[in-house]
């Protein structure tokens, strides 16, 4: 049985229902989509779009469910932080899964970051001589 807060009403908590039932969907869509697809670039596109929506349209539908000033400012903070850190996550992963062996290169049609990569590990390895004559 839902009980109603001041300001919402039927049509505020059938509004509300619905975007947690458009974040579940998103939900289930990154985890199809983590399951199906071949490689860590695929799978993290898959599931680093799907969830940062799903946690902005969970909080909308918690500041229409519970609107006061505490909900909006924590929704908001939630929100910021999403968009702020998946980004730089997936970035992450996607350049240790580069170096790895989860990156299927056959997928790509530009390839960036070799030279960038083949240069770093040249580096590295003059370096790890020098110090093996020291």
């Known amino acids: 049985m839902l009980v109603w807060t001041e300001g919402a ?3 505020t908590d059938l ?4 975007l ?7 939900s289930l869509a990154a985890g ?29 539908a918690i500041v229409l469910r519970s609107p006061s000033w505490p909900t909006v400012a924590l929704a908001s903070l939630v929100v910021v932080f999403q968009m702020l850190t998946q980004p730089i996550a997936a970035h ?5 899964a580069y170096r790895d062996t989860g990156l299927d290169r056959t997928h790509l049609v530009l390839d960036e970051m070799a030279e960038d990569v083949r240069e770093a590990d040249r580096a590295a390895e ?9």
Do not use: S, W
């Open 92 to 96: 992450m992963v996607g350049r240790a």
């Open 20 to 26: 947690i039932l458009l974040a579940g969907v998103m």
């Open 15 to 18: 509004l509300a229902a619905a």
């Open 32 to 60: 199809v989509g983590l399951l199906r697809f071949p490689d860590t670039m695929q799978r993290l596109h898959a599931g680093a779009k799907p969830q940062v929506l799903g946690v902005i349209v969970i909080c909308i």
């Open 9 to 11: 009403g039927p049509f």
């Open 126 to 134: 003059r370096g790890q001589r020098r110090r093996g004559r020291a």
